[in-house]
Every structure is written in structure tokens, then in C-alpha cells.
């Protein structure tokens, strides 16, 4: 079946210090990728997603590759701030699109220090 | 555009009663999905709605969830007789074809 392990945590960092957050998947086909982030008391909100293999999400900061060969999609971030302070969630959706089942894995919970 | 309503925010039973869960898309998705998230965990798909027809309920315990989606807008989700570790999180999402994925805050349910 499809599946999902991120790195376990809780990662704790230093304001400006560099993050990786450790994403691999298991899933026949090609499925397309996401990462979730959980502010406390707020619901999911996507932070970013790459639908083919190679592709690069990006937002804020935040950059996850695609990398079919190794079955990974790795988020990281150049410099963190105290604001990105939550619980980040790598997810697939078997089917290869936006919409649909989601599998997630188990979060990882990150909290930036000043 | 105003985002996926639930309600209530927060619920404590004893096991053996009964609990329901309300949710509210945005408006013109056909999509909806209820979700537990046991702590700790990533969420988990009990449900996923095409406008008021069931696409997949194969991780729903249908011996005491049950689902309904009126007229493929609201849904309500349900658990009879409620057990310690349906103790979690229910996060209700709506979708439009390949776009506009959203989460609810969710319910957090305590069985006590």
C-alpha cells in the first residue's frame, strides 16, 4: 500500500538556522507530493507540492524536490524564523493529483528559538 | 472566500454515548473528506464524498461511524457508541476538481 515516514522529531532550531525535514514515500505509479503545515490550534494548510518527478515546490522559504530515483521529497529552508514554529506534514496523493485521498506521514513538530 | 466551517471546536463525551460532527464546504466544492488525526499521527481518511454519493469508506469502522452529505453540501459525521480511543482530531476538507484543497480547524473529540 502507500505510505509515508518523515524523520522523527521534535527538531528544534535557533532562529536562522538551517532546516531539513526528511521525507520519504512508498506508492505505485506516480504520485504527486505535498507538504502540510499545522500552526497550533488552526487546520492543514499546504505549503507546497511537486506533481512529476524533478519538479520543485517552493514557497516561503521552503523548498522540497521531487526525487523519484530515491523515492524522497525532503523539505528544507535556508533560514527559519520563531514564526515557523509548527507541525509539518509530508503527504501523497496515490493518483497523481490535487485532489483526492491524502496519505500522510506522522508530522514532524519543529520549534524555532530566538 | 470564506473557508471550511465545523463545528463544535471541542467535545468531551463518556464512551458508550454518541457524538455528531458538522461540517460546512466552500461553497462550489463538490469534493468533501472527513479525517481523523489521532495525536501524534498524520491524519487518516474515513470518508471521501463526490457531491452527496460515497467515493471511498474503506477506512471508516462502520460499525458505529456513519456519514451523510444532504444534498452535496453540509455533512455530518457520527460516532455510536463512542470508544476511549476515538479520542482525536476531525478535520473535515473540500475540494474543486485539481485545486482548492482546504482543511477545516477541525474537532477535537476527548472520550473520557
Known amino acids: 500500500g502507500n505510505s509515508v515516514t518523515q524523520m522523527e522529531g521534535p527538531v528544534t532550531l535557533s532562529e536562522e538556522a538551517f532546516l531539513t525535514i526528511n521525507c520519504t514515500y512508498t506508492?505505485?505509479?506516480?504520485?504527486?507530493l505535498f507538504w502540510y503545515v499545522q500552526y497550533p490550534g488552526e487546520g492543514l494548510q499546504l505549503l507546497l507540492k511537486?506533481?512529476?518527478?524533478?519538479d520543485k515546490g517552493s514557497n516561503k522559504g521552503f523548498e522540497a524536490t521531487y526525487r523519484k530515483e530515491t523515492t524522497s521529497f525532503h523539505l528544507e529552508k535556508g533560514s527559519v524564523q520563531v514564526s515557523d514554529s509548527a507541525v509539518y506534514f509530508c503527504?501523497?496523493?496515490?493518483?497523481?493529483?490535487?485532489?483526492?485521498?491524502?496519505?500522510f506521514g506522522q508530522g514532524t513538530i519543529l520549534t524555532v528559538h530566538p | 472566500e470564506a473557508g471550511v466551517a465545523q463545528s463544535p471546536r471541542y467535545k468531551i463525551i463518556e464512551k458508550r454515548q454518541s457524538v455528531a460532527f458538522w461540517c460546512n464546504p466552500i461553497?462550489?466544492?463538490?469534493?468533501l473528506y472527513w479525517y481523523q488525526q489521532i495525536l501524534g499521527q498524520g491524519p487518516k481518511l474515513l470518508i471521501q464524498?463526490?457531491?452527496?454519493?460515497?467515493?471511498?469508506d474503506s477506512q471508516l469502522p462502520k460499525d458505529r461511524f456513519s456519514a451523510e452529505r444532504l444534498k452535496g453540501v453540509d455533512s455530518t459525521l457520527k460516532i455510536q457508541p463512542a470508544k476511549l480511543e476515538d479520542s482525536a482530531v476531525y478535520l473535515c476538507?473540500?475540494?474543486?476538481?485539481?485545486?482548492?484543497?482546504?482543511f477545516g480547524s477541525g474537532t477535537r473529540l476527548t472520550v473520557v
Open positions: 476538507a473540500s475540494s474543486y476538481r485539481d485545486y482548492g484543497y482546504t
Open positions: 506508492a505505485t505509479g506516480y504520485p504527486s
Open positions: 503527504a501523497l496523493n496515490a493518483g497523481g493529483t490535487s485532489y483526492g485521498k491524502l496519505t
Open positions: 464524498f463526490q457531491n452527496n454519493g460515497v467515493v471511498d
Open positions: 511537486a506533481t512529476k518527478a524533478d
Open positions: 461553497s462550489g466544492h463538490a469534493t
